[in-house]
């Protein structure tokens, strides 16, 4: 609470910590509804990351080194694409990028336009979800981390 | 295995060692090492049998996501597709050797950075991004795969951004190809709604079942936007400034491969493989041939007045650059006849040397930057009595890039001054006035090497073994290339320029594909 605080005061803090969760939420269902409804894993991942991107800039750098793991967030943008990576080499056996969770099942084989169809779509859309989401905080973060400007 | 099998782990492994490049340096510093060098190491495994099974079989024609592009009950192709044929190899045999050179390269040259992480993992989609362009047979495919490449080396050129001069260069860079990379897609979404698709081949047909104008105006976007990524003459700014400032390693593969695969073979590709039977292609030849000449005689000359190394050693990327348009210009021009053939077989074999050339030449100089600290001429003097291996290895290089004869660069030259002195004497003249500027530029920087030993020069030493061996690498494959010049000419070299020229072949791959 001394001046040389870098959050943003507590009316705004006390809108993030409401507003973040439902932000995340949003992006959620952005991701998991990709292969059903307008945009997809990109534009979740990046919504998700409005959320880690709203507590930067509210809560200020020092909280946020508290809670952001450089190493895990780019373990984890790696998984994000490894994960992409083996969807598409489901289908190997005939092609590249060929989708036989949806041709042969067993799973995500159900009927066009439920939550549980498309084959591989929803699994790559939660990997660009995760892999969107883990390299943006990670370049905020980077960002505010190295800035070389005042002081 | 078969190569329609094998043909994509082409991009599986580097991008699978991409991905996980996080997760292995996780384990430590010599983890990261080993990995980065195994998986450009069996990328290059796959690239050579690729080469192999296309040189033994003909073109490879692969799907994504299904058997046949060919859509269900329709005859025409829906699907993306890769179409290898024998250019396409060559420059997949090009890009994986060079690139497992420069990673076992940045081994030693890079231990003293940090970040290396990212520096493995863009590498690595370097690479992937090239190999991408150079098996690609449908235009939207080419152009994320061209991006994929271009971001990489943006941020690769920057990547050393404790000095300005590299964050500039990369800035400046990105710009540019920016511009560059716009008008390739502006290019492809014209082709597209005039003909509703993007498979090469198919487009092909369309084309010249009806010409219309705007598939010219996208013809003009192309060659544009693939100029300036090749970094023809009115357009060479940004090389200059972007190839002397990245790391030595990465200049040796944006100089040795992407120029050449996102410039010159996506050039040769569209303007061959899609417009080859709807457009005049005397008319496009003789545009091409103006900007090769133009190039030519400005890359070569401006490498003369340089006086730091790596900068002289780009103009001069950017000189051979015009021999290689000459030759594809030629090719055009000069479409279906014997001198047309050895033109683009000419400029096919020099893109190859050139890539090999290249690549040794940075190398040394990172060598050089490495020891000494510095890239200025002026203070490189008695170089060959410090580091006599190194020297040797850019006599090699240089005299292979002049074109000497016992060396792999004179052969190439040769097809491409024989076939310019055939098609026209006065581009055959232009030719060989660019090569005395080249000599003249390289024999400066062999006279300072040469020179009276001082200052900074007396410290020196050879490099250690993992530096030393990527270029001895590449000076034993241009002297070994040197010795059978004809050979790999008959046997390679025209046979790949046959079938760039076969037009209808490409396209009865695709179309018989089913």
């Given at each position: 609470?001394?001046?040389v ?7 705004v803090r ?20 990709g292969h059903?409804?307008?945009g997809g894993?990109?534009?979740g ?7 880690g991107i709203?507590?930067?800039l509210a809560?200020?750098l ?6 952001f793991?450089?190493?895990?967030y780019?373990a ?20 590249f ?6 041709h ?15 084959g ?6 939660l990997a660009?979800?995760?892999?969107v ?9 980077g960002?505010?981390?190295y ?5 | 295995?078969?190569?329609?099998a094998i ?5 599986i492994?580097p ?5 996980s ?5 996780l ?8 990995w980065?060098?195994?998986i450009?190491?069996?990328t ?21 996501g ?13 699907r993306i ?10 420059m997949?045999l ?13 081994l030693?040259?890079?231990r003293h ?7 493995y993992?863009?590498?690595l ?5 090239m190999?991408g ?6 235009l939207?495919?080419?152009y994320?795969?061209?991006e ?7 941020a ?12 500039e260069?990369g800035i400046?860079?990105?710009f ?5 990379s ?5 290019g492809?979404a ?6 509703g ?9 369309k ?5 219309t ?8 976007l192309?060659?544009?936007g693939?100029?300036?990524?090749s970094g ?11 190839h ?12 040795g ?7 010159i ?7 061959f493989?899609?417009?080859g039977?709807?457009?005049s ?6 545009l091409i ?5 133009i190039?030519?005689i400005?890359?070569?000359?401006m490498?003369?007045i ?5 900068r ?21 021009a ?11 077989a ?5 893109t ?19 020891q ?12 060959a ?30 097809l ?7 098609f026209n004497?006065v581009l055959?003249?232009?030719?060989i ?33 993992s ?14 290339m040197?010795l059978?010049p004809?050979g790999?000419?008959?046997k390679v ?6 079938a760039?020229?076969n037009q ?11």
């Open positions: 609470m001394n001046c605080g870098d959050d943003m005061g507590v009316i006390t809108a993030a910590r409401a507003t973040i969760p439902l932000i995340g939420i949003f992006g959620a269902y952005i991701v998991a509804h059903l409804t307008p894993g990109f534009q991942g990046a919504t998700i990351a409005g959320a709203l507590f930067l809560f200020g020092k909280e946020m080194k508290r809670h793991n450089k190493n895990l780019s984890l943008e790696g998984i994000g694409g490894l994960a992409f990576l083996g969807a598409a080499m489901l289908g190997i056996g005939v092609a990028f060929y989708n036989t969770l949806w042969n099942g067993p799973f995500l084989n159900g009927k066009p336009g439920t939550l549980l169809s498309a591989y779509l929803p699994i790559m859309n660009v979800g995760l892999k989401f883990t390299g943006l905080v990670s370049a905020m973060a960002l505010a981390l800035r070389r400007w005042r002081e | 295995m078969n190569g329609e043909l994509p782990y082409l991009i492994i991008l699978f060692g991409a991905f490049m996080p997760i292995v340096s384990a430590g510093k010599k983890a990261r090492e080993a980065a060098l195994l450009s190491g069996a290059l495994a796959v690239g050579s049998w690729v080469f192999y099974w296309v040189y033994e079989n003909g073109t490879v024609l692969y799907t994504l299904a058997k046949s592009p060919l859509g269900q009950g329709v005859s025409f192709p829906i597709v890769w179409e290898v044929d024998l250019f396409g190899a060559l997949v090009m890009v994986t050797f060079v690139a497992f050179m420069a990673v076992i390269y940045s030693g040259y890079m950075d940090t970040g290396l992480d990212k520096y993992t863009l590498i989609i370097l690479e992937l991004g190999l362009i150079a098996i690609t047979g449908d939207f495919n080419f994320v795969f061209l994929i490449m271009s971001i990489a080396s943006y690769l050129v920057a990547f050393r951004n404790d000095t300005w001069e590299a964050i260069a400046k860079y990105m540019v190809g920016s511009i560059a716009s008008l390739i897609l502006l492809i014209l082709l597209y709604g005039e003909y698709t993007l498979t090469m081949g198919y487009l092909a047909i084309l010249s079942q009806n010409p104008v705007v598939g010219k105006v996208a013809l003009a192309f060659i544009s693939l100029l300036f990524k023809a003459s009115p357009v060479h700014m940004w090389l200059a400034d972007a002397p400032a990245a790391p030595s390693s990465i200049s040796a593969m944006l100089s491969l992407v120029i050449k695969i996102g410039g073979y996506a050039l040769a590709r569209i303007a493989s899609i417009y039977a709807s457009v292609v005397k008319t496009v030849g003789w041939i103006l900007f090769a000449c190039t030519l400005v890359g070569n000359a490498a003369v340089q006086t730091d190394m790596k002289l050693l780009a103009y001069s990327s950017v000189g051979q650059i015009g021999y290689i348009l000459l030759g594809i210009g030629i090719g055009l000069a479409y279906g006849s014997q001198t047309g053939e050895i033109a683009l000419g400029a096919i074999y020099h190859f040397n050139h890539a090999l050339m290249k690549g040794l030449l940075f190398l040394i100089a990172g060598a050089v930057i490495h000494l600290g510095t890239r200025d001429l002026n203070e490189l003097s008695g170089l009595k410090t580091m006599p291996k190194t020297t040797f290895a850019f006599l090699i290089g240089a005299a292979a890039i002049i074109g000497m004869p016992p060396l792999n660069g004179f052969a190439s030259k040769w491409i001054y024989e076939s310019s002195a055939l004497p055959g003249a232009i030719a006035i660019g090569t005395a500027f080249c000599t003249a530029a390289y024999v400066r920087v062999l006279y300072t090497f040469f020179g009276r030993p001082g200052g900074k020069a007396l410290e020196a030493k050879d490099p250690e073994k530096m030393l061996w990527p270029m001895l690498i590449l000076t034993i494959a241009i002297i070994v040197g059978f004809w790999i000419s008959d070299m025209i046979p790949a320029a046959r760039l020229e209808l072949a490409y396209i009865a791959t695709l179309m018989g594909g089913g």
